[in-house]
């Protein structure tokens, strides 16, 4: 009811939050986009670049993220009018929309994912690239997609419905822990594959002539990734942050989900590029089909590959799942917030929504690219971007000051952490903004105008 404080919820365990966290993090980009970014932008040398991002970029911008939620314990929309007001309310507003759409077609990979999980157990998988090419383009879009897509919203929505403790709080305290067993024991299964030492020296020892040539492409090819695998810029650390009852060292918790997220991105590394070499793909060659394709028909090419394939895409739904929740609570935590709407309403309202603006998504791959596009590279890259420069240069004090709490008096790291902020996160992003409008404007000018005319 209007006008009644009822007390918000908060996580029950300092475990329970960071799980939750780990849980947002860990996700298709973890396992679908990060293999396949590393064999697109030239192996090791990617992921040298690719972890010094994580480590200067993504951790002192995850920090502003927690400061904001748990100082002001709102949603991104509520955190944003009680720091800033005015025009910053809006900024709000970028993330629920960020989310929003991020959500509508992350729901229909994620039935891929399923899809996939049971196709191995009915069927197996096809050992021809060509034909299993074939097979995703069948599966990926129609009748099929969508059911999948609907049945994944579905679960999203019940575990959201049920609230933080006993919803998100119990769901990840099962599905995390899954996923780290089951990753690492696959990482030691494709040890022992033949491909697989071939397969390390291409993973792990950079050729830097690569860093040399590529730069242009790799540099924001590996910052966009470390902003997306860490779920920031999409409100959800501001959401999770803001169930914080009580103080703690949030530089600590940071670095703990940042090392998990780090681990099961290296591990499944480990993990796919083995069964590449072994099935005797190039890793280079996967587009956006990627483990759905490469990997699915490398699955086909090995003893047993129907089952270690199911318990792959098994892995990847769960993570899905737990990434999407995190995504789905942003938005229902604005609506129960700000317009004191009943959970459980929300989260069927909303879960609705999110299932029809994911429909075009469902319908054809060049619409899916066009939502992702715009998110990834544009909403999420802008709503963080302004949220780090509000931050830095207008909130510093009251950023050190909650930062502090917790930890204690925080010295000269304080302002190391905000100038890392201003300068390097701050110019790092405006340089993914400017490339990223520019990629999406030759979407829209080359394959998606193709498409149009074909319709
Ligand atoms: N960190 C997530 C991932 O790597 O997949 C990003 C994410 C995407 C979170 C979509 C939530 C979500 F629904």
Do not use: C
Request: charged share 10%; net charge negative.
């Amino acid at each position: 009811m209007a006008g009644i404080d009822i007390p918000r919820e908060t996580w029950a365990t300092r475990t329970g939050f960071i799980l939750a966290a780990v849980g947002s993090a860990v996700g298709l980009g973890n396992i679908w986009r990060f293999p396949f970014q590393v064999g697109q932008e030239g192996g090791a040398a990617f992921l040298l670049i690719y972890l010094l991002f994580i480590a200067l970029i993504g951790f002192p911008a995850m920090l502003v993220e927690f400061v904001v939620g748990r100082h002001t314990e709102r949603n991104p929309v509520g955190a944003l009018k009680a720091i800033a007001g005015g025009a910053w309310s809006y900024v709000g507003w970028i993330f629920i929309a960020t989310g929003f759409v991020i959500l509508s077609y992350y729901s229909v990979v994620a039935g891929w994912t399923i899809r996939y999980t049971i196709l191995g157990l009915q069927d197996g998988y096809l050992a021809d690239a060509g034909e299993a090419e074939g097979q995703f383009v069948e599966l990926a879009s129609g009748l099929d997609a969508i059911f999948f897509h609907a049945l994944f919203m579905a679960v999203v929505i019940v575990i959201v419905a049920f609230g933080i403790q006993r919803g998100i709080e119990l769901a990840v305290k099962v599905m995390v822990p899954a996923i780290i067993v089951i990753t690492v024991g696959m990482a030691i299964y494709a040890f022992t594959l033949e491909g697989a030492s071939e397969a390390y020296s291409y993973y792990l020892s950079p050729e830097w002539g690569v860093i040399a040539a590529e730069w242009q492409s790799i540099f924001p090819a590996a910052a966009g990734q470390a902003f997306f695998t860490l779920s920031l810029g999409m409100g959800v650390m501001i959401t999770y942050a803001s169930y914080l009852g009580e103080d703690r060292n949030l530089a600590e918790d940071g670095a703990i989900v940042i090392g998990f997220d780090t681990a099961i991105a290296f591990i499944t590394g480990l993990i796919v590029f083995p069964i590449l070499f072994t099935a005797g793909v190039d890793p280079a060659d996967p587009g956006a089909g990627a483990i759905f394709v490469s990997l699915a028909a490398a699955f086909g090419d090995l003893a047993l590959g129907w089952i270690i394939g199911a318990i792959f895409f098994g892995t990847v739904a769960i993570a899905a799942l737990s990434s999407a929740i995190s995504l789905m609570e942003v938005v229902v935590s604005y609506v129960v917030d700000e317009r004191n709407v009943d959970r459980k309403v929300a989260a069927f309202g909303i879960g609705i929504a999110l299932f029809l603006l994911g429909l075009p998504s469902a319908y054809d791959l060049v619409l899916l690219d066009l939502f992702d596009l715009f998110a990834d590279q544009i909403l999420l890259v802008l709503g963080g971007l302004l949220l780090m420069i509000l931050v830095s240069w207008s909130l510093s004090e009251l950023a050190v000051d909650e930062l502090s709490r917790g930890i204690g008096d925080l010295g000269s790291l304080g302002p190391a952490w905000i100038w890392a902020v201003r300068i390097p996160v701050v110019v790092v992003l405006i340089v993914a903004l400017v490339l990223g409008i520019l990629d999406y404007y030759e979407f829209l000018t080359g394959p998606f105008a193709e498409w149009v005319g074909g319709q």
